[in-house]
């Protein structure tokens, strides 16, 4: 069973950058498929970004493309999110997820795909 870490969340002027990790233990990371998900207070939550275990391939959400690049470290069992020329809207709790023996069938950005799941980390984009 993969366990999930994330860190690097914090408080950002708007414009500003940061970067998430999600590290995982025990496991051959591109064995799964992890995804970047957000919850604001008060909304469900969303699918940001993922990079599917098969071949690496890359998947964003609308609102984050061109701003936001999910990348992947095997040796070093991490995920990274670097998340540029945020917005207020941005802030949220970031979760990674993960899950193994991807199928191209599934929504590669919906949260009922994915079984693994951190516990989160706060970035709030506010100046």
């Known amino acids: 069973q993969v366990q999930l870490v994330e860190s690097g969340g914090g408080l950002v002027q708007p414009g500003g950058s940061l970067r998430l990790s999600c590290a995982a233990s025990?496991?051959?990371?591109?064995?799964?498929?992890i995804g970047w998900f957000r919850q604001a207070p008060g909304k469900e939550r969303e699918g940001v970004s993922c990079?599917?275990?098969?071949?690496?391939?890359?998947a964003y959400a609308d609102s984050v493309k061109g701003r936001f690049t999910i990348s992947r470290d095997n040796a070093k069992k991490t995920v990274y999110l670097q998340m540029n020329s945020l917005k207020p809207e941005d802030t949220a709790v970031y979760y990674c997820?993960?899950?193994?023996?991807?199928?191209?069938?599934?929504?590669?950005?919906?949260?009922?795909?994915?079984?693994?799941w951190g516990q989160g980390t706060q970035v709030t984009v506010s100046s």
């Open positions: 997820a993960a899950r193994k023996r991807w199928l191209s069938r599934l929504l590669p950005l919906a949260p009922k795909n994915y079984n693994y």
């Open positions: 025990e496991v051959t990371l591109d064995d799964y498929t």
């Open positions: 990079i599917i275990s098969s071949d690496g391939s890359t």
